[in-house]
């Protein structure tokens, strides 16, 4: 298939704002900076093999029943602190510590998984994760994915907080958009904004070199901070420090396998 000539870049600010039935024909990256996508971003730079991503405990118990026990390890938080009977949380530094190579994941978070799922269901298509710790990474894999033509738009999927959206993440979002346009342009296509990419955009141009100060300001980042967590708002604030792309099929996220020549 041709190249295409313009692309539209675009950004749901929050899974409310997510329309399923709009979203056939987009390749997405959700992001979820504090804390799914960033901790999973790392849980994969220390060696996880896989992760099964959930809605909620409910739905990975159910399917940890189906598995041989031992194989896998259960992980995620609900209101931010781990739950109860798990082996991990949903902690940027718990999951740099751990060792956890080789392991296979069963993880539900508040926000981030949900809005994982959705994303799929909507796109039939790969999902990214996109962190600030990765986001060159995820836009540079986006763009080369639709470098054939198939994808009408490229969008961010703001995972938020509560169903509302974040400015953490959209901040993320908005680094994100000004990344792909770059790297369109130098591909010769057009990078066309809707109004949302471009609010993100702005904003993050705007708090330029200001990520600590954005996550450590917000909602999110200061309910954190009195459930001492304050390292993972640190951790979460360095910007392209992992090249890892970590891709969901609608079954399972891995990094993807390079191709033999």
Known sequence: MPSPKSLKIDVVLAPNLLTESEMGGSLCAVIDVLRATSTLTIAFKNGVQRVFPFKNKIDVLAFAATLQPGSFLLGGEERSIKIPGFDMGNSLVEFTDADVKGKTLLFSTSNGTPTLQRTFAGSHAPVYLASLLNISAVCGAMVKMAAD?????????????????????????????????????????????????????????????????????????????????????????????????????????????????
């Open 149 to 261: 033509g198939r994808f009408r738009s490229l969008t961010f999927v703001c995972s938020g907080r509560q169903g509302k959206p974040s400015s953490e993440d959209t901040f993320c979002a908005g680094v994100g958009v000004q990344k792909l346009s770059q790297l369109l342009v130098e591909n010769e296509v057009v990078p066309e904004l809707t109004d949302c990419a471009f609010i993100a955009a702005h904003f993050a141009w705007s708090n330029t070199d200001k990520a600590l100060a954005v996550l450590s300001n917000c909602e999110h980042g200061r309910s954190l901070f009195p459930l001492g967590f304050a390292k993972d708002v640190e951790l979460a604030a360095e910007v392209d420090k992992y090249d890892i792309t970590p891709v969901f099929d609608g079954k399972a996220i891995e990094l993807p396998q390079p191709r033999l020549l």
